[in-house]
């Protein structure tokens, strides 16, 4: 079982109205922020079934991102989250 969940939420657009980015035909791989040292990798659903977004959440350190799709050829095929390996916490710092 992965700590990691996927949800694609749409955002009521339907189907994509503009053209691709032909840089990516085969999707784009969504790489983990500059000065990460440390990262898991995710695969997402490609292509979107739509325009929304996918909000992916890690269950171990808590972590989660948004990433925007449109159900085209440039979506998304993968997230890099950033990754600090501790549990989340579950309880108010004070």
């Avoid at 840089?23 to 929304?52: I, N, Q």
């Avoid at 991102?65 to 990754?83: F, H, K, M, N, Y």
């Amino acid at each position: 079982m992965s700590d990691k969940s996927i949800e694609f939420i749409p955002s009521g657009r339907g189907k994509p109205q503009c053209a691709p980015n032909p840089r990516y035909p085969h999707g784009m791989a969504v790489p983990a922020p500059a000065g990460c040292t440390r990262s898991c990798h995710v695969d997402l659903p490609y292509p979107a079934p739509e325009c929304g977004m996918y909000i992916v959440r890690c269950s171990t350190c808590g972590f989660s991102a948004a990433i925007t799709a449109a159900g085209r050829p440039d979506d998304a095929v993968s997230v890099e989250l950033p990754c600090d390996g501790f549990p989340a916490q579950t309880e108010a710092v004070q």
